[in-house]
């Protein structure tokens, strides 16, 4: 709402304003652009208009909404997905995530999960099994392993503490 708002303030009105992405009927200005991308800076947003972090915004996109949007379990391999959505060699996506980001797509994705899991861990709506099932860990054996080598805690431990350290999508 933030984004759509400074948009239209700028006199722009945008066709589609959804997570990473907006579409707009008309090609702004670069006095807009320059006006839009100080707005967005003040409210922690980036305007990105090169090719290379576009795909790489397009890449996190996917991974946040098939690990903190859908219900659906993980039956495609992340490579397959990815290489789908953006109409990329995974290898390319793979090699440009790494040089852009400094880290690796995975290891992106494992923290995704792993914030996740402090979600529904704190919602305490879900058993710890429940939880693997639905990040698409093969048990919790896995889960509580993998959760332990990023936060140094086990998942049981983190649900006991009255302040969850959880980051913001953003921060990963």
Do not use: C, W
């Not at 090609?27 to 967005?40: F, G, V, Y």
């Not at 947003?45 to 909404?65: Q, W």
């Not at 709506?125 to 086990?154: C, M, N, P, W």
């Amino acid at each position: 709402m933030a984004v759509q708002a400074e948009l239209e303030k700028a006199g722009l009105h945008p066709l589609t304003v959804e997570l990473g992405e907006v579409e707009l009927g008309v090609t702004p200005s670069r006095r807009q652009l320059e006006e839009i991308d100080a707005a967005l800076k003040k409210l922690g947003f980036e305007l990105i208009d090169d090719k290379r972090s576009r795909i790489i915004a397009k890449m996190k996109k996917v991974i946040i909404e098939l690990v903190h949007h859908s219900e659906d379990k993980l039956t495609v391999k992340l490579s397959e997905r990815l290489s789908q959505a953006l109409h990329y060699d995974y290898s390319y996506l793979s090699n440009l995530f790494s040089e852009v980001e400094g880290t690796t797509i995975e290891k992106y994705f494992i923290s995704q999960r792993i914030e996740r899991a402090k979600e529904l861990l704190v919602y305490d709506e879900l058993s710890l099994s429940e939880i693997a099932d639905r990040l698409g860990y093969s048990g919790v054996a896995h889960l509580s392993a993998q959760f332990k080598k990023v936060t140094g805690l086990t998942p049981t431990y983190y649900k006991s503490l009255k302040q969850h350290r959880r980051r913001n999508i953003d921060e990963l």
